[in-house]
């Protein structure tokens, strides 16, 4: 493969909308397939690194365990490595007693879409290995993002 990559540094960008949050994640010449772009699996790791910064900068210090329970996505455009990074969009869509639903968007540097994703995560007790309803405080975090 000829292509380079664009050196960038990782970064939060700040989002008008207080449920949404976007994130600069950088490429790796390890995320391209044989076909020169990024591997549809790898796509989705991208969404769910920009969902744990989303969770890190809601919750702060507070460990709120969760699990993906669903996801659905539609590739429009190929990702390339020569695009250097891609800017990834988290918007929570719904809050229910054990379960939050994200809208998700991976753009290129130019805003054009490239990923589109909805996601459903339920909060995880490590202990039982189940789903538990989410505490008072985390309701208040997601009150106060």
Request: net charge negative; hydrophobic share 40%.
């Amino acid at each position: 493969m000829n292509e380079q990559a664009v050196p960038v540094e990782e970064s939060t960008l700040l989002d008008p909308d207080p449920q949404s949050a976007s994130h600069r994640i950088p490429l790796r010449w390890l995320d391209i397939d044989s076909q020169g772009h990024v591997y549809h699996a790898v796509a989705l790791s991208l969404v769910d690194e920009g969902r744990a910064r989303w969770f890190e900068g809601c919750f702060d210090a507070e460990t709120t365990d969760y699990v993906i329970a669903r996801v659905e996505a539609d590739y429009h455009r190929p990702i390339s490595l020569a695009m250097g990074y891609v800017d990834c969009t988290v918007r929570l869509t719904h809050v229910g007693r054990k379960s939050l639903r994200f809208d998700e968007t991976l753009a290129s540097p130019d805003g054009e879409v490239l990923l589109t994703s909805r996601s459903w995560v339920v909060v995880w007790d490590i202990a039982t290995r189940r789903t538990r309803p989410m505490t008072a405080a985390e309701h208040g975090h997601l009150e106060a993002s």
